[in-house]
């Protein structure tokens, strides 16, 4: 039978060791999962898959080269610095935003989501991180394509026995990390706005395109207010005297706007069991 004593040890939890004490010590012991931690765990799942090694070995190689290419190809009697680094950039900046777009889709796209918003529940946060990793590969990959870039135009000027033209060797640097990492953006906010990797590939590639191909054509100058393109080409050379307008409505139209509609989808979005 059960006794007055028994019925009291079932309420405080001392008869089955789980009761109203116990578990407020376990919600008190609970701690928020530190961003840093998850920022790395979005970095690792960024370089520790397949598809993104590949990737990134294919923009490496790429690089490479471009750079070899170069040298065959030499029809100077100066090794120009911008010259390799253009080399070099294809592979970043063609390649590096399908990692962006990866990021922002994989979730939803290998039916992740709900384990990784269990494990944060809070969704800002993992959004947060997944746009920082993105932008911190992009960033590190560019720098390294400049790296590749000096190491071939020293090469250039050694094999051949040409003198070297650096010319102005930090904007130039700095010019292709942004162009890069923008880029990257853009991916990513398009993989955001559209939430399906094959689909937010094929537009980010296609849409721009489109646009520089026919804009011109119907806009006349007034489409440079939406060319993506020429908004990179200039803040690839540091060019904002004069372009700054032009420059802050395309990205704002190709990165903050779909950032912006894809981030509330993916804040309110049903997670699939």
């Excluded at 050379?237 to 903050?256: D, R, T």
């Amino acid at each position: 039978m059960t006794g007055p004593d028994t019925v009291a040890g079932q309420r405080t939890g001392a008869g089955t060791g789980v009761g109203l004490g116990t578990g407020v010590g376990t919600a008190a012991g609970l701690r928020p999962v530190p961003f840093l931690r998850v920022f790395g765990v979005e970095v690792r799942k960024t370089l520790d898959t397949r598809s993104g090694q590949l990737l990134l070995a294919g923009v490496l190689l790429l690089s490479v080269l471009g750079t070899v290419w170069a040298w065959i190809a030499r029809d100077e009697q100066v090794a120009v610095f911008d010259r390799y680094q253009d080399a070099t950039s294809l592979g970043t900046v063609v390649v590096l935003p399908v990692i962006g777009a990866l990021a922002m889709t994989s979730e939803w796209t290998q039916r992740t989501a709900l384990s990784t918003f269990t494990l944060q529940p809070r969704r800002d946060r993992v959004l947060v991180a997944k746009l920082l990793a993105a932008l911190a590969v992009a960033a590190v990959t560019a720098v390294i394509a400049v790296g590749i870039a000096a190491v071939g135009t020293l090469g250039a000027a050694a094999l051949h026995g040409i003198p070297v033209d650096w010319g102005r060797p930090l904007t130039s640097a700095v010019g292709m990390v942004l162009v890069v990492t923008l880029n990257a953006l853009m991916g990513a906010a398009i993989g955001l706005l559209l939430q399906q990797t094959a689909a937010a590939i094929t537009l980010y590639y296609a849409a721009p395109v489109g646009w520089a191909a026919t804009g011109h054509r119907v806009f006349g100058e007034a489409a440079e207010w939406l060319d993506v393109f020429t908004a990179f080409n200039h803040v690839a050379y540091l060019e904002f005297g004069g372009h700054l307008g032009p420059i802050l409505v395309a990205l704002g139209v190709w990165i903050v706007v779909p950032m912006t509609v894809g981030g509330v989808r993916w804040l309110r979005r049903d997670v699939p069991s």
